[in-house]
C-alpha cells in the first residue's frame, strides 16, 4: 500500500481510464493501457488479497470470466478435470464447452474427489454447492490432490473469503462471483481469482489480458467498498440465517443449512467455516405451493443471486438448469432484523400449509 499524504480522499479514487501517460517504454509505467491495468482494479485486488493472507488476486468482468480464464490457463487443449455434479450449472457447462474432460464426481462422497483426482489438470470443490447446500472437505481433497498432481481450484461464492479461508485449507486457486456476498449490494457483476503461486496468478493475468474480460471500473470500485464490510455482513446474515433455518425446522419445514446439526456435513461445516452463510434452502413440496408462497410476500423480494443486503428468495426450479424438486425455495438472508423476515415467511408460509 502506498503511504498517504496529508489531503488524500480516504476512499479509493475510481479511474475510468482507457490510456495513462506512459512516455518511453511502456513497460516502465505502472499502467498503459486500460485492457491491461486500472488503478481501481489494483486497489481491489490488493484489499482481496489481504483477506487471503497475500494470493495474488486478478479481478475479472464477472465470476464466469474468472471461471473461464482459470480453466483456458490452467488446463491444456484436450485436458482432464474434475467437478462436483452439482457445481453451478454455468460452471459445467463451461468445461464442456471448453472440450475438457470432466469427470463429475458427489460432492456427498468425500472420497469421490480423492478417487477422481489421479490424471486430472485440475480438481474443482465448489462448498457449499449452490443450490444444493453440500459441503466437501477441502483439505483432505487438497491432499488427494498433491498426491495426485492436480491443482485444486475452491468456488469460494457462497462462503466468501469471510466465511471460509480455502487457502489455509489447501486451496492452489481461489474463484469468487463477487457480484454475490463479496460485493454484497446486488449491484455489481464481477469476479475474482486469486492464486497461492504467484507464476499461476500471472497467467490468470495473462488470461484477462488476451480474453479481454476486464472488470468495470465501477464495478471495482463497488465490490472494493463492499468487501471492507465483508466481515461483518457475513457475521449478520449467517447468523441470521441460522435463527431462521433453526425456526422454520422448528414449525415443521424441510429446510437445510449447513449451520443445522441436522446437515448431514454439518461437522465438517463446523470445522472448515467460519460463517455458514447467507444461503439455506426449504421445499415446499410442488411447484403450486411453491408460488403461492412467493406471491404471498411482500418485502422479501423473489429475485434470483444471493449474498446481498436484502433477502431474497426463488423457487429454485424455475430454472431449468438445476434438478431441483419442483418446490424447493432458496433464500438468501440479509441483513434485515431476522425477527422481522421470520414473521413475513411465517405469514406467507401460512397461505400453504394443509
Ligand atoms: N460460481 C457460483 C457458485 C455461482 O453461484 C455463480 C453465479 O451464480 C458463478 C460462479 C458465476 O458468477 P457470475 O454470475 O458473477 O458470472
Given at each position: 500500500m502506498t503511504k498517504r499524504r496529508p489531503g488524500d480522499a480516504l476512499a479509493p479514487p475510481l479511474v475510468p481510464a482507457s490510456a495513462f501517460f506512459a512516455p518511453g517504454d511502456p513497460a516502465d509505467a505502472p499502467f498503459a493501457y486500460g485492457r491491461l491495468g486500472n488503478p481501481t482494479w489494483s486497489a481491489l485486488e490488493a484489499e482481496y488479497e489481504a483477506t487471503t493472507g497475500g494470493a495474488p488476486t486478478v479481478a475479472f468482468a464477472s465470476g464466469m470470466a474468472a471461471v473461464a480464464a482459470v480453466v483456458d490457463a490452467l488446463v491444456a487443449r484436450g485436458g482432464r478435470a474434475v467437478a462436483p455434479s452439482d457445481a453451478y450449472y454455468a460452471v459445467r457447462a463451461l468445461f464442456e464447452a471448453r472440450g475438457v474432460e470432466t469427470r463429475l464426481v458427489s460432492s456427498t462422497d468425500p472420497e469421490s474427489f480423492a478417487r477422481a483426482a489421479s490424471g486430472a489438470a485440475l480438481v474443482w470443490v465448489e462448498t457449499?454447492?449452490?443450490?444444493?447446500?453440500d459441503v466437501v472437505d477441502v483439505a483432505a481433497t487438497a491432499k488427494a490432490c498433491r498426491e495426485a498432481g492436480a491443482l485444486l481450484v475452491v468456488?469460494?461464492?457462497?462462503?466468501t473469503a469471510a466465511g471460509q479461508d480455502a487457502f489455509v485449507l489447501g486451496a492452489d486457486v481461489v474463484v469468487v462471483?463477487?457480484?454475490?456476498?463479496?460485493?454484497?449490494?446486488?449491484d455489481a457483476v464481477i469476479g475474482l481469482a486469486a492464486a497461492r503461486d504467484p507464476a499461476l496468478a500471472t497467467r490468470l493475468r495473462a488470461a484477462r489480458t488476451l480474453g479481454g474480460a476486464i472488470p468495470g471500473v465501477l464495478e471495482a470500485w463497488l465490490c472494493l467498498r463492499g468487501l471492507k464490510t465483508l466481515d461483518l455482513r457475513l457475521g449478520r446474515s449467517s447468523e441470521s440465517a441460522l435463527a431462521i433455518a433453526r425456526a422454520l425446522g422448528d414449525d415443521g419445514w424441510l429446510v437445510r443449512y449447513p449451520?443445522?446439526?441436522?446437515?448431514?456435513q454439518h461437522a465438517l461445516a463446523a470445522r472448515q467455516m467460519k460463517h455458514f452463510g447467507p444461503v439455506l434452502t426449504f421445499d415446499l413440496a410442488s411447484q403450486a405451493r411453491a408460488e403461492t408462497f412467493c406471491s404471498h410476500l411482500e418485502r422479501i423480494a423473489e429475485a434470483t443471486s444471493f449474498g446481498g443486503v436484502e433477502t431474497t428468495l426463488e423457487?429454485?426450479?424455475?430454472?431449468?438448469?438445476d434438478a431441483v424438486s419442483p418446490g424447493l425455495i432458496r433464500m438468501s438472508v440479509g441483513l434485515e432484523p431476522p425477527e422481522a423476515i421470520l414473521a413475513e415467511l411465517r405469514a406467507a408460509l401460512r397461505e400453504v400449509q394443509t
Amino acid at each position: 500500500m502506498t503511504k498517504r499524504r496529508p489531503g488524500d480522499a480516504l476512499a479509493p479514487p475510481l479511474v475510468p481510464a482507457s490510456a495513462f501517460f506512459a512516455p518511453g517504454d511502456p513497460a516502465d509505467a505502472p499502467f498503459a493501457y486500460g485492457r491491461l491495468g486500472n488503478p481501481t482494479w489494483s486497489a481491489l485486488e490488493a484489499e482481496y488479497e489481504a483477506t487471503t493472507g497475500g494470493a495474488p488476486t486478478v479481478a475479472f468482468a464477472s465470476g464466469m470470466a474468472a471461471v473461464a480464464a482459470v480453466v483456458d490457463a490452467l488446463v491444456a487443449r484436450g485436458g482432464r478435470a474434475v467437478a462436483p455434479s452439482d457445481a453451478y450449472y454455468a460452471v459445467r457447462a463451461l468445461f464442456e464447452a471448453r472440450g475438457v474432460e470432466t469427470r463429475l464426481v458427489s460432492s456427498t462422497d468425500p472420497e469421490s474427489f480423492a478417487r477422481a483426482a489421479s490424471g486430472a489438470a485440475l480438481v474443482w470443490v465448489e462448498t457449499p454447492t449452490n443450490p444444493g447446500l453440500d459441503v466437501v472437505d477441502v483439505a483432505a481433497t487438497a491432499k488427494a490432490c498433491r498426491e495426485a498432481g492436480a491443482l485444486l481450484v475452491v468456488d469460494n461464492t457462497l462462503a466468501t473469503a469471510a466465511g471460509q479461508d480455502a487457502f489455509v485449507l489447501g486451496a492452489d486457486v481461489v474463484v469468487v462471483s463477487a457480484t454475490k456476498a463479496t460485493s454484497g449490494h446486488s449491484d455489481a457483476v464481477i469476479g475474482l481469482a486469486a492464486a497461492r503461486d504467484p507464476a499461476l496468478a500471472t497467467r490468470l493475468r495473462a488470461a484477462r489480458t488476451l480474453g479481454g474480460a476486464i472488470p468495470g471500473v465501477l464495478e471495482a470500485w463497488l465490490c472494493l467498498r463492499g468487501l471492507k464490510t465483508l466481515d461483518l455482513r457475513l457475521g449478520r446474515s449467517s447468523e441470521s440465517a441460522l435463527a431462521i433455518a433453526r425456526a422454520l425446522g422448528d414449525d415443521g419445514w424441510l429446510v437445510r443449512y449447513p449451520g443445522l446439526p441436522e446437515h448431514p456435513q454439518h461437522a465438517l461445516a463446523a470445522r472448515q467455516m467460519k460463517h455458514f452463510g447467507p444461503v439455506l434452502t426449504f421445499d415446499l413440496a410442488s411447484q403450486a405451493r411453491a408460488e403461492t408462497f412467493c406471491s404471498h410476500l411482500e418485502r422479501i423480494a423473489e429475485a434470483t443471486s444471493f449474498g446481498g443486503v436484502e433477502t431474497t428468495l426463488e423457487r429454485r426450479a424455475r430454472w431449468a438448469s438445476d434438478a431441483v424438486s419442483p418446490g424447493l425455495i432458496r433464500m438468501s438472508v440479509g441483513l434485515e432484523p431476522p425477527e422481522a423476515i421470520l414473521a413475513e415467511l411465517r405469514a406467507a408460509l401460512r397461505e400453504v400449509q394443509t
